[in-house]
């Protein structure tokens, strides 16, 4: 495991989160295909917002257990808070600094059919 940070485009919104980044996870749910997201869900404890607390907007839908934040000035999803652990933290490994996407292990996950897939989710 090692300390990542991470932020939006704009750079209001920074974090610190320390993981593993074996596997990450593709989603093609509703949401997730559209955004292009890589998922990576840590507990609480792993994740620090450094800044831009106050620049998040908040989308929630369907449910309404997922918290899907996202800066309000540049619109981009860094990390929020996902319906499968409402408990921790699922970051965007695409907004980490350095990371090399293609290095990466990916492992997808069927979100279009939540509820039949949700047992298969390895975190
Ligand atoms: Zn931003």
């Known amino acids: ?6 932020r939006c485009h704009c750079g209001r ?4 989160v320390t993981a593993d980044l074996t596997p990450v996870t593709e989603c093609n749910c509703s949401i997730c295909a559209r955004k292009g997201y890589l998922h990576l869900i840590v507990p609480p404890e792993r994740f620090r917002l ?7 907007a ?9 918290r899907h934040h996202f800066c309000r000035h540049c ?8 319906r499968s652990h409402p408990d921790r933290i699922d970051v965007n490994v695409r907004c980490l ?27």
């Open 97 to 123: 600094d350095g990371v090399e996407i293609a290095g990466l292990r990916i492992q997808p996950f069927d979100g279009r059919h939540w509820e039949a897939s949700i047992g298969t989710l390895e975190v």
């Open 58 to 66: 908040t989308y929630r839908f369907g449910t309404m257990t997922a």
């Open 13 to 16: 919104v920074r974090f610190e």
């Open 50 to 56: 450094l800044s831009g607390a106050d620049d998040l």
């Open 75 to 82: 619109g981009v999803a860094s990390f929020y808070v996902p």
């Open 1 to 6: 495991m090692r300390t990542y940070t991470g």
